[in-house]
């Protein structure tokens, strides 16, 4: 079972990137999903996350306006369009699902991790 994270790089501030997350060995259509980051140092915290049926989104403040999650049940796929990037998004990013689609925003309740991939922003 895996859910894979890509997409990863190095940009330049102002830059943008789109991370996938595909899903292998299981289905994952019917769960929350969510993009996690974690930077040197710091605790892994919530980006953004998006129920099942993608009719609830939420997003970190610190994102807000500038991150877009969406999913694409039909390829089993999360996606998050980072625009705007800063040297502050800088970090590993890892997708995440969870079997209930209640509270999307608590980090503990979500029951599958995939491998991350690194987003480097330069200034």
């Known amino acids: 079972v895996q859910l894979q994270a890509s997409g990863g790089g190095l940009v330049q501030a102002g830059g943008s990137l789109r991370l996938s997350c595909a899903a292998s060995?299981?289905?994952?259509?019917?769960?929350?999903k969510g993009w996690f980051r974690q930077a040197p140092g710091k605790e892994r915290e919530l980006v953004a996350s998006?129920?099942?049926?993608?009719?609830?989104?939420y997003y970190a403040d610190s994102v807000k306006g500038r991150f877009t999650i969406s999913r694409d049940n039909a390829k089993d796929t999360v996606y998050l369009q980072m625009n705007s990037l800063k040297p502050e998004d800088t970090a590993v990013y890892y997708c995440?699902?969870?079997?209930?689609?209640?509270?999307?925003?608590?980090?503990?309740?979500?029951?599958?991790w995939g491998s991350g991939t690194l987003v480097t922003v330069s200034s």
């Open positions: 060995g299981r289905t994952f259509t019917t769960y929350a």
């Open positions: 998006i129920s099942w049926r993608g009719s609830r989104t």
């Open positions: 995440a699902a969870k079997y209930s689609d209640a509270d999307i925003t608590r980090l503990p309740t979500y029951d599958y």
